[in-house]
């Protein structure tokens, strides 16, 4: 079933670019997992593999309008869906209280 939805997928990332050319597609399910690929001429890109198990790895880029390149990787398997992108927010820092208080626990364990 996914790849069937990650093919819609693809075909709706087409659409949604529709005065681009597809310069790249490859589709390819097989019993042991997919390959999937879209690469349009106006720097939309996205791929993917997955296998028996649902483990997916992909990646998907594109030209922000400001002119940046946007490229997010990921990964979904028994972890969920776990993106990587130096675009994506982070958490601040842990202030330097809480880390000293964390180091004191670890010192001093309960004697329970």
């Known amino acids: 079933l996914f790849p069937q939805l990650l093919v819609c997928a693809l075909a709706a990332l087409v659409a949604a670019n529709e005065n681009a050319e597809v310069k790249e597609l490859v ?3 097989n019993p042991d997992g997919f390959i999937t690929k ?3 001429d106006n720097g939309v890109a996205s791929s993917a593999t997955g296998d028996v198990h649902g483990n997916i790895d992909g990646v998907f880029e594109w030209v922000s309008p400001e002119g940046e390149h946007v490229r997010v990787s990921y990964k979904a398997d028994e972890n969920g869906y ?6 994506l927010p982070t958490p601040p820092p842990v202030p330097e209280a809480i880390l000293k208080a964390i180091a004191y626990i670890q010192a001093h364990p309960s004697k329970e």
């Open 27 to 29: 589709n390819d399910v």
């Open 82 to 87: 776990q993106p990587q992108s130096d675009l």
């Open 38 to 40: 879209v690469v349009l």
